[in-house]
């Protein structure tokens, strides 16, 4: 089966030399990536830069948050990288200063709304006062009003949050679980074929590909499962 782009496979592993291995392993059946902190600090930067520049889509988890300055510079050279997507956390300073920083380029910015492994209770432990969909509809409705190319959230908010964007921007949904995967760290998880029926227009998973004994047979099930037609 050929790839989907709407699948984003999270290279979460501890070395170079394994995401390397399983990127060449999965070959042509995935064509979309994600780089967050693990690999960043292990090579993980030029690697992205060397994926992006091989033809593949990079998503490139850094969830960016600090003074307007050094957020738009960040983002310059991150858009010079040629990766497709870039995560900043949903406050609307960060986003007004990352969105001004990518203007003519074609990276897409996502904000981070509410991360998925957490839920209600750790919301309130962080001195937050609102519950996970409120805070993710709220900032839904910033990143929009920003200009950012798209949202990050549980697919369990998913349906809310494509109201609230609307059609044009994307909505990437971490915590993907095919049924009968572990959750793992994840506390808001939904099978591929419900995310995409919530209005996902990409998926994140990593474990559940990642540490398969066949990658290719894993990702090509998840491909199978969101291109099958609607019940």
Do not use: W
Request: aromatic content about 4%; overall charge negative; hydrophobic content about 50%.
């Amino acid at each position: 089966m050929s790839a989907d782009p709407r699948l984003i496979v999270a290279l979460d592993v501890p070395a170079l030399n394994e995401a390397e291995s399983l990127v060449e392993r999965l070959g042509d059946s995935v064509s979309f990536y994600k780089i967050g902190y693990q690999l960043v600090f292990a090579g993980g930067l030029e690697f992205a830069r060397d994926l992006a520049a091989s033809g593949k889509n990079i998503f490139l988890d850094m969830k960016l948050l600090d003074i307007d300055n050094t957020i738009a510079k960040g983002v310059e050279n991150i858009a010079r990288m040629g990766v497709s997507m870039l995560t900043v956390h949903a406050y609307p300073k960060a986003m007004t200063a990352a969105v001004a920083a990518a203007r003519g380029s074609d990276l897409c910015l996502l904000a981070v709304t509410v991360l998925t492994s957490m839920d209600d209770g750790d919301l309130l432990d962080a001195g937050y006062g609102r519950d996970a969909a409120g805070l993710v509809a709220m900032r839904a409705a910033q990143a929009r009003d920003a200009g950012m190319g798209g949202i990050v959230c549980s697919a369990m908010e998913a349906a809310n949050v494509r109201k609230i964007a609307g059609a044009g921007m994307a909505i990437v949904t971490p915590g993907i679980r095919p049924s009968g995967s572990e959750r793992g760290d994840q506390k808001r998880v939904v099978t591929p074929a419900d995310a995409i029926r919530a209005g996902a227009s990409h998926l994140v998973v990593g474990r559940p590909v990642v540490k398969a004994d066949d990658p290719v047979a894993a990702a090509a099930a998840i491909i199978a499962e969101i291109s099958a037609p609607a019940r």
